[in-house]
């Protein structure tokens, strides 16, 4: 058995997606939903992202046994606050943060009583806001739960369960791990993706309209992940500034080393790293982590 | 009126779709096709790339009035040789290539004689060889061609007839103007996407296995583009050297002041940059030039 009243604090792509995913996969359990914006409110009643979206956090929470926080990394700290008063003494305290250290440690402080079980689950797409959700979002994806030492077992199952029902696969693990893992599997890329599209449209001897037309050589890709919610990114890379910093530096030191092999027409250096990567490739799609039609199956071709 | 007797040397992802486009859209013509791999000739043959798929370069050019060359950039010349003595005085050659000064010296100088008009199709998939190829590829896609100062206007006009046929637009470009635009909208993307994918395999920390189950957080788009044929990107940093030396200096640049950012907690920096690519992604979908559907429209979802 998993929860039975889930609240969803923030209605957004990740918020929206899970309560239309409850709907669809956990028949029987009951959401309330609550977004500070009103005008999210009002369209997330309208797509029924959650069966009751509610004017108060403080009343999303009052009947339920599991709370998930759903905005940004930094706005967890003050979400919580605002339920602490009106939230059951049972209910277990959640979250889909992309940096876990320092939301547990946010989340604990506002609600110290609680049972506090962070989890990220690893989905999304570059689309925010209350129409961006849907409810196979999570299908196939990974979701790590990051329990505190002292987690009661028993809770962390019940997560487990609720986060498996929804369609994702469930993989414990500790939260300095995962803020490691996750620097180099979701915060760099964004990083170098948000870099690159700004040094492009910065160019004096390149139009924008230019790099615009000739996009469908790669750089288009980039825009992708360029395109995501620039509040949540802002607060992770401000949340989890040790391992994004240290990815960085690694990256910058194998750019460099590239970098030097093409000034020195070093083609073997370059043939090397290229035949490498493609390794990569095969083995996430093969496990099912990606879509293995050619160019994302673009619907051109 | 375009072409009738095109030859293609070289029957990969480009070579490949030429073939199969001229037979899908200018079904008039006929196509003679070579490739110095006997096992892609064989291939290509199953498949009928090319209306004939020959056994020497010199057989497949023979009654050509357009020989397009779809190898590697730094085999053009090579290519170019081998057909010397045998392609017709009046036939125009052309090539795919995604960096034109090189590409243009190396045909022209193997092929004094002819009327050389580089072309580049800015289209492409992650996947090379024989069976990458598809007639669509060049739907909607930008073809530029860079004709030299001397080139005949009509045999522009001709080549320009020959690519809208396929599917393509068509927009005339400087060479070198085109080496710096493709630098910026294609091979940094591609440099970056590699340097990332191999900074990713080489962590101690984070094990391949992770890196592979978390892809989905953003990494597995870089892999795609990593996926790209190896000899032909080599061949590409090492013909657009200054263009892409260049380019990555500016991406340095933005990408250390962007590590300022973030070491010194400078939240507005970082929302500002956030926000402002977000607007090069919206006009890129409405240009046509990628798919409007969240997250690619991965089969998943």
């Known amino acids: 058995m998993t929860f039975q009243r889930i609240a969803i604090i923030g209605l957004g792509l990740l918020g929206g997606s899970i309560g239309l995913a409850v709907k669809e996969y956990l028949p029987g359990a009951r959401t309330t939903g609550y977004d500070l914006d009103p005008a999210n409110r009002r369209r997330a009643a309208e797509r029924a992202l959650t069966d009751r979206v509610c004017e108060t956090a403080a009343e ?38 992309s940096c876990k250290q ?4 946010a989340l604990t402080e ?3 009583d609680h049972a506090v079980i962070p989890a990220h689950p690893v989905a999304g797409t570059e689309n925010s806001g209350p129409d961006a959700g849907f409810a196979a979002l999570f299908q196939k994806r990974w979701c790590i739960i990051t329990p505190p030492a002292d987690a009661d077992p028993a809770l962390v199952a019940k997560l487990s369960a609720f986060w498996e029902a ?3 696969r469930v993989e414990l ?21 948000y870099t690159i599209v700004g040094t492009a449209s910065d160019l004096e001897d390149v139009t924008q309209s230019e790099v615009i037309k000739y996009s469908a050589g790669g750089f288009r890709d980039f825009t992708r992940i360029a395109a995501s919610d620039p509040v949540m990114w802002r607060d992770v890379f401000l949340a989890n500034k040790e391992a994004v910093l240290e990815m960085l530096q690694r990256f910058s030191e194998d750019l460099t080393a590239l970098q030097r092999a093409i000034r020195w027409g070093d083609g073997d250096a370059l043939f090397d790293l290229f035949t490498r990567t493609r390794a990569i490739r095969r083995s996430i799609i093969e496990q099912g982590q990606d879509d293995a039609r050619p160019d994302f199956g673009r619907t051109d071709h």
């Open 110 to 112: 506002a609600l110290p």
């Open 173 to 193: 693990m500790d939260a300095q791990h995962h803020d490691l893992v996750l620097a180099v599997t979701s915060h760099l890329p964004h990083l170098i993706a």
């Open 166 to 168: 929804l369609g994702a």
């Open 102 to 105: 320092s939301i547990a440690a």
């Open 60 to 97: 999303a929470v009052r009947e339920a046994d599991l709370v998930i926080f759903c905005v940004p990394p930094g706005a967890m700290g003050a979400a919580a606050r605002e339920i602490a008063g009106a939230v059951p003494a049972d209910a277990v305290i959640s979250d889909v943060g």
